[in-house]
Antibody, heavy 115, light 110 residues
Framework: EVQLVESGGGLVKPGGSLRLSCAASGFTFSSYVMNWVRQAPGKGLEWVSSISDNSSYIYYAESLKGRFTISRDNAKNSLYLQMNSLRAEDTAIYYC????????WGQGTLVTVSS | QSALTQPPSASGSPGQSVTISCTGTSSDVGGYNYVSWYQHHPGKAPKLMIYEVTKRPSGVPDRFSGSKSDNTASLTVSGLQAEDEADYYCSSYGGSNNWVFGGGTKLTVL
């Protein structure tokens, strides 16, 4: 069974940084594209970033380029999202997702940016 | 504002059919056959229901079907059941290694 467990969310002040982690199990992590998608309170889903199986290809939503960095450690079956210069509008639930079609989702971790 | 437009709500009685629309542009929905649909019960992980416009992942009931015409994709749920009550989101490849999502539709089973 595919399991994706996000962690690292919490309350952070504007301008601060946070690193999200996603622990994957139940599949061959190194064979899959991985993604981050977020959902702000009361809003729809927003694609954040995707990374290929061997990290050769990395893509970001245009609005986030330069502030967020996606990475993975295939030896640890883990996906990461480093978020810098956080703003109030980054407040959202962040989902870790396996697959090119966003096949399997974690339950998300809440990031709140507030002073 | 979400990139793809979905109606905020939809409803139907048990056994009926309901269709949820997802409208984009020729740069996303209309330009690629890469539309997906996700079911989200609050507090649980979203679930992929349809990919590549019409394909169902293993384990998804055939009561769920997808289609597309021009810049609008649709999800049809036939034979509505109580457990189908959830939020539904569409997504589409938007070109240039970019993905776009809809704002979500809350489906109520009356």
């Amino acid at each position: 069974e595919v399991q994706l467990v996000e962690s690292g969310g919490g309350l952070v002040k504007p301008g601060g940084s946070l690193r999200l982690s996603c622990a994957a199990s139940g599949f061959t992590f190194s064979s899959y594209v991985m993604n981050w998608v977020r959902q702000a309170p009361g809003k729809g889903l927003e694609w954040v970033s995707s990374i290929s199986d061997n990290s050769s290809y990395i893509y970001y939503a245009e609005s986030l380029k330069g502030r967020f960095t996606i990475s993975r450690d295939n030896a640890k079956n883990s996906l990461y999202l480093q978020m810098n210069s956080l703003r109030a509008e980054d407040t959202a639930i962040y989902y870790c997702i396996q697959g090119s079609w966003f096949d399997y989702w974690g339950q998300g971790t809440l990031v709140t940016v507030s002073s | 504002q979400s990139a793809l437009t979905q109606p905020p709500s939809a409803s139907g009685s048990p056994g009926q059919s309901v269709t949820i629309s997802c409208t984009g542009t020729s740069s996303d929905v209309g330009g690629y056959n890469y539309v997906s649909w996700y079911q989200h019960h609050p507090g649980k992980a979203p679930k992929l229901m349809i990919y590549e416009v019409t394909k169902r992942p293993s384990g998804v009931p055939d009561r769920f079907s997808g289609s597309k015409s021009d810049n609008t994709a649709s999800l049809t749920v036939s034979g509505l059941q109580a457990e189908d009550e959830a939020d539904y989101y569409c997504s589409s490849y938007g070109g240039s290694n970019n993905w776009v999502f809809g704002g979500g539709t809350k489906l109520t089973v009356l």
